[in-house]
């Protein structure tokens, strides 16, 4: 168990040649009576009044009452205002939550804002009769007064994905286990009914999905995996919103036992779809990050992008994020090895072409070695300017630790290139991971989300910290 404490803060930076960072508001949050209970950051979001909306996973030795008890397990959903003043927050209490790993306890997947400002969460709760987990999705108006409370119960094991808006209809993504069988599902809930309408399900244990994107006027996309002769072949299908499946298509690059897999999908303004993710080429170089297109109408892929930066050495890439960029190009993101982050600017006039790629190292000097390198997330201003955020683990001569890394690029000149970045911050006694980005652009202002943890071997106090950047000036690292 860890100690759950919130510290939101808020600089600003005013552009130059080095970046002056200016501080604004602040806002320390604790649910806790003693150490050693859990404080996760899961999303953040910003609505078009610029307030911000942050979601998380605690657990807490207080009850809704503020007494002292046994342990109870909260998403809890914050609202504040564009100056960081506290409105409102909610918790749900879920009952118990899985593990990842020792100290990661998971609950809320998914935090949603639609065009009137409703406010959209889908989390796991813990069915205390069935002594399984369920998915649940409840709906606020701005707020944060409950609209309606939909819960998917059944006696599998039910994790959520994800949820997807489109007009007045919500679309749950979501994974039941049964035994050894796993099926991945889409269902729309009905609003106001606690009721849903079973949509579409995968073929059990055979596809695996990672992603859902839809449009105002399409249908529900996928990506993900699926298993032929044991081999991951990167899956990507169009269902509608009757539950019919209009496609699948599966894809490999050739290899025998080469696993390929689309981590990302885009439904892009130009009206293609664009899956992220990676394949395994060939021994000598590994795997690489991987963009497909598709014609969305009928599944046709009629491009496709394999990116390898020549090294001298196998280091293997894996692509993360697809999104769209200015007219006529989208942006994709990927790490090589356990070293760089990398931004890829390609162009979709003629098929996908790279057009250019801009590179960041979050390397804090303390490391002697770093043992992992993921990307959390990647935001896209109208000026085509890009963000990416996410964490790194390694080592340094006082222990193991995490450290977390923002990173803006953009053009410089002509060129495609890393404008700037936060400093990547990270010891052995204070660690961290970025997990998400929003962009507020009437403000100019970007929320960078992050979780924190105090002694890495014991996670003895943890914070959600919550920083506000002007979107378009990042300066060198500080």
């Known amino acids: 168990m860890k100690k759950f404490t919130t510290l939101l803060f808020v600089l600003l930076i ?5 970046a002056q960072f200016n501080f604004v508001w602040n806002d320390t949050y604790s649910y806790t009576v003693t150490s050693g209970f859990s404080n996760e950051a899961r999303k953040v979001a910003v609505d078009a009044s610029g307030n911000v909306f942050v979601l998380s996973d605690i657990t807490s030795d207080l009850d809704s009452t503020n007494h002292v008890g046994p342990t109870q397990y909260y998403v809890v959903l914050r609202k504040y205002t564009p100056a960081g003043v506290l409105l409102v927050q909610k918790f749900v209490n879920v009952k118990n939550m899985m593990v990842s790993g020792t100290f990661d306890f998971k609950s809320a997947f998914a935090l949603e804002i639609d065009g009137s400002g409703s406010v959209f969460i889908g989390f796991n709760t813990f069915n205390s009769v069935g002594s399984n987990y369920d998915v649940q999705v409840m709906k606020y108006n701005n707020n944060l007064t409950s609209a309606w409370t939909f819960i998917y119960s059944t006696p599998a094991n039910e994790t959520g994905v994800n949820i997807v808006l489109r007009g007045t209809a919500t679309f749950l993504l979501f994974k039941s286990v049964t035994g050894a069988n796993t099926t991945y599902s889409i269902a729309r809930v009905i609003p106001n009914t606690g009721t849903s309408v079973p949509l579409y399900s995968f073929d059990t244990n055979l596809d695996v999905v990672t992603n859902m994107v839809t449009t105002p006027t399409k249908n529900l996309f996928v990506t993900g995996y699926r298993l032929i002769s044991g081999v991951k072949n990167v899956m990507t299908a169009s269902v509608n919103t009757s539950g019919l499946l209009k496609w699948k298509s599966t894809y490999n690059n050739g290899t025998v036992s080469g ?11 130009d009206g293609f779809l664009y899956v992220g993710g990676t394949t395994f080429t060939n021994a000598t170089n590994g795997t690489d990050a991987l963009i497909l297109r598709y014609n969305s109408a009928n599944g046709t892929r009629n491009s496709g992008l394999l990116i390898n930066i020549p090294q001298g050495a196998v280091i293997n890439e894996t692509g993360y994020e697809v999104v769209d960029g200015p007219v006529g190009t989208i942006y994709f993101s990927a790490t090589r090895g356990n070293r760089d982050v990398f931004v890829y600017k390609v162009s979709t006039s003629n098929g996908v072409v790279l057009n250019a790629n801009a590179s960041f190292k979050p ?20 000026s085509g300017k890009v963000y990416v955020c996410g964490g790194i683990t390694g080592g340094s001569a006082s222990g193991n630790f995490g450290a977390s890394y923002l990173a803006n690029f953009g053009p410089v000149s002509g ?9 990547t911050t990270g010891t052995s006694d204070d660690s961290y991971q970025g997990v998400g980005i929003a962009l507020d652009p009437p403000r100019n202002v970007l929320i960078y989300l992050q979780s924190f943890w105090s002694t890495n071997l014991t996670h003895s106090n943890e914070l959600i910290l919550v920083d506000s950047y002007s979107m378009e000036c990042f300066g060198p690292e500080h």
């Open 14 to 18: 005013s552009c130059g040649a080095f």
């Open 259 to 269: 696993d390929d897999v689309g981590n990302d999908i885009l439904a892009s303004i």
């Open 363 to 382: 390397n804090p000097a303390s490391f002697t070695s770093i043992s992992s390198l993921n990307i959390a997330d990647m935001k896209v201003s109208a």
């Open 415 to 423: 060129a495609f290139s890393l404008l700037g970045n936060v400093a």
